[in-house]
């Protein structure tokens, strides 16, 4: 059999397990809120053209009204002014969406601290014991967050102080930007940055950094602790928006069972 025979064979057996890591997309999908005097995205929308009705007797179907950053979505380099010069989301070779993923789960500190940060320590740590980061792979930084993000307001968990919500350190963003051989980074969160890190310095040091350095984020994800702590290979699907400075996707995780 052809390597690709036998990975359909795998597919269609569960031998390999295909495990959605993308929310649902409705008006629903919690999005994110900056502070004023910033501009915001906008929910997602189905604007219904017709439904088996005079507007089309036969048809249904809808328009969309979506930002690119709205529920589980692909941030380009584009999108940061750090990396005004890198890829827009269009531009990433389709060979570059398909990559292994490692799981450094954190949710047990993000369960008593929603502000928690990921440090360049705790990834050494996590290095020491399940081997180093993968060479053109993904970090997915798993924080519990996707319980929450049936509701807008618990996911953004903001007071008055601005929302609460874990994410990296600058100092790490920095390191795993410039001294890992990473190729993205992925959370559970509404944005790779932590809820407070408008007053990071750099601000949002994740976007900075990472984009800054032509690697790629993906946001919202669920079903991380579905996955093992390495071994998965993501696809991850953003749409070819020309000029786009990201896109909602589609990220599937391949992941092998036993027999
Ligand atoms: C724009 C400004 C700040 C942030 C973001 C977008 C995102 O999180 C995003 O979706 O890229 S923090
Ligand atoms: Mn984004």
Not at 11 to 20: K, L, N, Q, R, S
Not at 218 to 247: E, F, K, W, Y
Request: net charge negative.
């Amino acid at each position: 059999m052809t390597l690709l025979a036998q990975l359909a064979e795998a597919v269609a057996t569960g031998t390999i397990e295909v495990v959605d890591l993308t929310a649902p997309l409705s008006h629903e999908t919690p999005i994110l809120r900056l502070p004023e005097p910033f501009d915001n995205t906008v929910h997602f929308e189905l604007r219904e053209i017709s439904r088996y009705d005079e507007r089309g007797p036969a048809w249904y179907w809808n328009d969309i009204v979506t930002g690119e950053h709205v529920g589980t979505h692909f941030d380009a380099p584009v999108h940061w002014i750090t990396g005004r010069d890198g890829e827009d989301v269009a531009q990433v070779a389709p060979q570059r969406l398909i990559a292994p993923a490692v799981v450094l789960d954190a949710s047990d500190r993000a369960a008593t601290d929603p502000d928690h940060l990921l440090q360049v320590e705790d990834v050494r740590e996590w290095e020491a014991k399940h081997g180093p980061l993968p060479d053109g792979g993904w970090l997915l930084y798993r924080t519990g967050w996707d319980a929450r993000s049936g509701d807008q307001a618990e996911f953004l968990n903001a007071n008055e102080t601005g929302p609460h919500t874990p994410g990296v350190s600058a100092e790490c963003a920095k390191w795993l930007a410039e001294q890992t051989p990473l190729r993205g980074l992925g959370v559970e969160t509404v944005g790779t940055d932590a809820g407070a890190a408008h007053g990071f310095d750099p601000p949002f040091p994740c976007h900075s950094y990472m984009l800054g350095a032509g690697k790629y984020g993906l946001t919202q994800l669920r079903n991380l602790d579905r996955l093992p702590t390495r071994g998965a290979v993501l696809i991850a699907a953003p749409l070819p928006i020309v000029g786009g400075s990201g896109s909602p996707v589609r990220v599937l995780a391949l992941v092998e069972r036993e027999g």
